[in-house]
């Protein structure tokens, strides 16, 4: 089941509010504000072939109109199909059975609505994010990485410029004389773009196949059994073990299915100064891959707790993220003191000093059991925020990648220079929800510096 | 030519022979035939002549004060009025019933449709005006309003006094001072006093004060404005010289003739006041290398282009193009001034050298060799007060009653002067009313984009509209500003005249008629590819084609379409507006609907009012930084919306005041609620708070 629950803080603003306030706790954090309504997925987590996401409160009926606009409003209590789409963009989300109970008839007493969506992460995300608010569509922005992100940037940059070069044509193209060729620059333009777009989306889909999932991230000091963890949760052996420190160098991914959520398990080069220059790289990617890390997963030696290297891990990666005083998009981490087979019999704790951690023993699996229970936790508060799952937020970035994508061939099939200017506006628009920018001004700021205008 | 100075009164009276009792003017030397008005309009400009028709449309009695009746209506740079976004201003001042397109319509000597390869949505409706004509015919409309008056004088002061407590601001204007120290008495302001603040003309290294050539600064009210913490900043502009006519060389040039037939610039006018025939050429010639090397050669002795006051990131000079745009032939475009007129402007050509070294310049372009200037180019450096002191309506946030409208908003250009002289009108009287202010929205316009931007954004730059402004261009276009702008300035304002109102209704309903019989009539595509050979209709597609989906292919139009379906069409094609606002329909019909998802989202957020009282400096209920506060105190956005769009107010500051209004307007409902279930209780309630 899915805990997390936000509120509607935008859209609910804008609803119809009955003066009444209804305030619901669900079972997860409590809610901000007051009459809030809640939403969440409801028919488990994963892959599925249809996913039920219900809402509760007295914005419920607005959100079910909002997403099913503009066709009218389903009557009570029997199921209707309805193309939803996003109440800003208006860009489609999934043809769906929707639902209306209104209160107190339903089964909180309050206004219910459900969306049966088909299963795949991409659609169930689109219909979530359709009720997302802008402080976790701003999120979602920052967490933008790297080369994606590089790449984001560029296409925007020569998408705005290919748009303040239309926007010259149509508004000094008449009057002031622009030099030849200015649409034929911007046509070819768009046609590489179109290129590189469909090119990384084909990549894109692969990839997330594979990699749609929580990442949880093994790290620890050299030769504590990070590689054993991984093969005990696998339940194969994806990473070579062997007693000598330093056997894994680089990052190896595997998707697991951890505790019923799906998860991209990567195993990494042990936190120390490297010996050799392969090692050195190992290191810096298994730094890497922590920062990038949903839930990193500490192993530590048991029984090895006051080596030099167990202390230098505890200082840097353990403390700063267990006191939880980092920012707010805080990594989440769980302490394992492996090898705890090694400790002596009777000691009821090795370590009383440490964060709060866990016993396990990778060679005779005692423990196993409480660590999938906290695993379970950890991932249920990751996979249940949206917008800080991985997973949604790629679904979001492709999706606007593809929405860009379609907008630039409308800009090929018109010849009225302001519908193709509109699917260029449109084209940037969707790359601008990724990257931000692209407003007026930095058009105009364009034209003026490339082209000799005005009177 | 009227030379009104002096012995306005009769010459008035003779020109207002059917309306004497309405109109009224008052020469600077008559005595003053009233003292009290509803609305006081100071300046005679495109934004204030505008107001002053508006505010008298609007019902309310309105005097207009300039330094001199006779320049009412001048054009003081360009010969021209229109052109891309600028025509789009133009309709709209024309569907709230605006003065200056049907002016135009009676004046020009050039129409010529900009852009018509480009989509009707940015087609730039421009002419050539002669100047004489324009003056004279919007003296004769100024003077021939019902309710307005004109008079002759210069405003020294506003009088002031105690604000209305149920409005913010600091203090409330209630007249005016005039030079020679007698007053007049206003319920509403509107200052439209153009370059005329502080401006400083500019030749060469030669400076002195003056608004336009040859009038008066107002100095005086400068003054006043900074004293009551006005915030200022300065611009500057330029013209180009004018040039004899007779001098040019125009036979080695390239001629552009006008459009035939002449498309009119309002929508109540079938056509123009001259055949196309009648109408003058423009001549399009080119700067050369040479002109670069005296620009460059002399920048010493050019105190315009060297001084740090702010001029606009695009090229309004020679010299800026020059110094921007090295070793390029820029375009000089050869504009008649009038009819009868010996004045040649050439349009691109705005420079502030010593006019000799101007003259150089000019004959060393191509047809100009020989070219005699008459006047030299200048620039103009003027104050302007930052139009984020004033609301949407506006109306200034420190002065009750007191609107600015025009260039002293930093904005260039007629149109953008005519767009908010109509505003400001229309509002300076619906205050009188205590009417609710009249605003247009983004969403609904390119007046709105203008204020808009203005109000919550301000400028640095002289601000001159460009359709790349408007996000909803494809809906904004100049064929529909009358059903975007007529009705809301008949119903809510009635500042729109009985006869425009039906032929704006009587349009709508041929439109809605129209695109529903166009919708209802469905063939196969190879039937319409027999019917219609001229169209490119690829056949085989399985579904029906609309008539409207027909019509919507470049080659087609209703003329077209009439032939091949002349029941129920062809009654469509009687009215060629009709028919050819019927094509454009039919090309955005599908981006629109879109676009209208759009545009009903910005509305939702320009429902949401802020309330106007709010201190956001000292705001306790809603977490924002010292720096999204500061911007939204000095901005004061009067919507969610607003707030949005100025730069540096983060989302998560917007959501903030979005919990903010949705708790206040609860609160407001619930305390609207309660005097239904008990009057008695209520009441006392507030008589409690007034005696506290």
């Known amino acids: ?92 989300l999934d043809r769906a059975l929707v639902l209306w109970f209104p209160g107190p008839q339903s089964f909180t007493g309050e206004d219910c609505a459900e969306f049966h969506v088909h299963g795949g992460p991409a659609v169930v995300s689109g219909v979530l994010q359709a009720l997302e608010t802008e402080a976790q569509r701003r999120q979602a922005l920052r967490q933008l990485d790297g080369e994606l992100g590089h790449l984001c940037r560029a296409w925007a940059k020569t998408l705005t410029k290919a748009l303040a070069h239309v926007e010259a044509y149509i508004d000094f193209g008449e009057d002031d004389n622009l030099e030849e060729g200015v649409l034929e620059r911007v046509d070819s333009q768009v046609r590489e773009l179109e290129l590189a777009l469909s090119a990384h989306l084909r990549d894109a889909r692969r990839g997330q196949r594979l990699r749609s999932g929580a990442h949880v991230v093994v790290a620890g000091p050299p030769n504590a059994g990070k590689s054993s963890l991984v093969n005990l949760l696998s339940r194969k052996p994806v990473s070579i073990v062997s007693p000598e420190p330093g056997t894994t160098r680089d990052v190896l991914e595997t998707p697991v299915d951890l505790a019923g959520f799906p998860a991209l398990l990567s195993d990494t080069a042990g936190l120390r100064e490297g010996v050799g220059p392969v090692e050195q790289e190992g290191v810096r990617r298994a730094r890497e891959r922590l920062e990038q890390a949903d839930l990193i997963l500490a192993v530590l030696d048991a029984s090895d707790l006051a080596s030099p290297s167990s202390c230098n891990f505890l200082d840097t990666v353990v403390t700063p993220a267990g006191t939880g005083n980092l920012k707010e998009n805080s990594q989440r981490l769980l302490l394992v003191l492996n090898k705890s087979d090694l400790l002596p019999r009777g000691d009821p704790d090795p370590s009383p000093n440490l964060p709060p951690h866990l016993l396990l023993s990778c060679l005779t699996g005692e423990g196993l059991d409480g660590l999938l229970e906290a695993l379970r936790k950890e991932l249920a508060e990751v996979c249940g925020d949206p917008s800080t799952g991985p997973l949604l937020t790629r679904a979001r970035h ?40 692209g407003g007026t001004d930095e058009i105009l700021d364009i034209i003026f510096r490339d082209f000799c205008v005005g009177k | 030519m009227f030379s009104l100075r002096g012995c306005g009164l009769c010459v008035a009276s003779s020109l207002t022979k059917n309306h004497l009792s309405l109109a009224r003017f008052i020469g600077e030397s008559a005595a003053p035939l009233a003292t009290n008005f509803d609305v006081v309009v100071i300046g005679g400009g495109h934004a204030g002549t505008e107001a002053a028709a508006a505010a008298a449309r609007c019902g309310s009695r309105t005097l207009l004060l300039t330094h001199r009746v006779d320049t009412i209506g001048q054009m003081s740079c360009n010969p021209s009025f229109g052109g891309i976004g600028k025509g789009h201003l133009m309709r709209e001042v024309d569907a709230l019933d605006g003065l200056c397109s049907r002016i135009c319509d009676q004046s020009g000597v050039h129409y010529k449709v900009l852009n018509r390869r480009k989509g009707p949505a940015v087609w730039g409706l421009r002419a050539q005006i002669d100047r004489k004509l324009y003056k004279q015919n919007m003296q004769k409309e100024i003077l021939n309003t019902p309710l307005l008056a004109v008079q002759e004088g210069a405003v020294e002061d506003l009088i002031l006094r105690e604000p209305e407590p149920e409005h913010t601001g600091k203090c409330r204007v209630s007249g005016v001072v005039l030079a020679d120290g007698s007053t007049v008495h206003a319920e509403s302001v509107v200052l439209t006093t153009g370059t005329f603040l502080r401006g400083v003309i500019v030749i060469g290294l030669e400076t002195h004060p003056a608004g336009r050539l040859g009038d008066q600064p107002s100095i005086g009210l400068a003054q006043t404005l900074e004293k009551l913490g006005f915030v200022v900043g300065r611009l500057k502009t330029g013209t180009p010289p004018r040039i004899a006519k007779e001098s040019v060389n125009f036979s080695i040039l390239k001629k552009q003739t006008p459009d035939n037939p002449s498309i009119p610039f309002s929508f109540i006018n079938e056509t123009v006041w001259i055949k196309p025939e009648d109408q003058l050429p423009c001549y399009l010639t080119h700067t050369n290398p040479r002109v670069d090397e005296i620009v460059l050669e002399n920048l010493h002795l050019n105190s315009h282009v060297k001084e740090t006051t702010r001029g606009p990131r695009y090229c309004p000079s020679i010299e800026s193009k020059v110094l921007r745009f090295p070793n390029r032939l820029h375009q000089v475009w050869l504009e008649p001034e009038g009819m009868d007129s010996d004045l040649i402007y050439p349009q691109g050509l705005s420079v502030t050298l010593p006019a000799e070294l101007q003259e150089k310049m000019i004959t060393c372009i191509k047809g100009l060799e020989k070219a005699k200037m008459i006047q030299p180019g200048y620039g103009v450096q003027y104050d302007y007060l930052d139009p984020r002191q004033i609301t949407p309506s506006l109306e200034t946030h420190l002065v009750q009653r007191l609107f600015f409208a025009g260039q002293i908003n930093g904005t260039t250009g007629y149109e953008e002067a005519a767009a908010q002289g109509v505003i400001a009108g229309i509002n300076a009287s619906l205050r009188v009313k205590r009417k609710p202010p009249f605003v247009v929205s983004r969403t609904e316009g390119y007046i709105g ?58 349009m709508k309903s041929s439109l809605e008629e129209g695109i529903s019989v166009l919708k209802s009539i469905e063939f196969s595509s190879s039937k319409w590819k027999k019917l219609i050979p001229e169209a ?35 009654k469509y094609i009687k009215c060629r507006e009709l028919a050819e606002r019927l094509k454009i ?31 956001y400096l000292t705001l306790r209920d809603v977490s924002l930084s010292y720096e999204v506060r500061e911007k939204l105190h000095f901005s004061r956005p009067e919507t969610i919306g607003a707030a949005s769009r100025i730069p540096g107010v983060t989302p998560a500051a917007i959501i903030n005041l979005l919990r903010f209004v949705k708790t206040t307007q609860q609160r407001q409902m619930a305390m609207n609620e309660l005097p239904k279930t008990d009057q008695s209780l209520c009441d006392t309630d507030r008589l409690e708070e007034r005696q506290l």
Request: charged share 25%; hydrophobic share 35%.
């Open chain 2, 585 to 615: 329909e039919a090309t955005y019909e599908s981006v629109l609907l879109h676009q209208q998802q759009e545009i009903k989202e910005v509305q939702q957020d320009e429902a949401l009012q802020l309330p106007k009282d709010l201190d």
């Open chain 2, 449 to 506: 984009v203008l204020i808009d931007d203005l109000t919550t954004l301000g400028t640095n730059e002289p601000y001159r509209m460009f359709t790349s402004r408007a996000e909803f261009r494809l809906s904004l276009r100049p064929d529909n500003a009358d059903s975007r702008l007529t009705f809301r300035g008949y119903k809510e304002v009635g500042c729109v005249s009985q006869q425009r109102y039906e032929r704006a209704s009587w």
């Open chain 1, 398 to 437: 492709q999706h606007h990648l593809q929405g860009c994508l379609d907008a630039l061939g409308h800009y090929k099939q018109t010849k009225d220079l302001a519908l193709a200017a509109e699917a260029l506006r449109l084209a940037r628009g969707h790359l601008g929800r990724i990257t931000g920018g």
């Open chain 2, 536 to 570: 490119s209709i690829s056949i085989g597609k399985s579904l029906p084609l609309r008539a409207l989906d027909v019509l919507k292919y470049e080659e087609v139009d209703m003329k077209l379409l009439a032939k091949a379906v002349p029941e129920p069409l062809k």
């Open chain 1, 1 to 92: 089941m899915w805990r997390g629950f936000w509120t509607l803080v935008a859209r609910a603003a804008r609803g119809p509010r009955s003066p009444r306030s209804c305030t619901r706790q669900g079972s997860g954090a409590p809610v901000p504000g007051s009459g809030a309504t809640i939403f969440a997925l409801s028919s488990g987590q994963g892959r599925c072939g249809i996913a039920v996401i219900r809402t509760s409160g007295p914005a419920s009926g607005h959100a079910l109109r909002s997403l099913t606009a503009p066709r009218d409003f389903p009557p009570a209590r029997s199921a209707c199909l309805r193309l939803l789409s996003h109440p800003r963009s208006g860009e489609p």
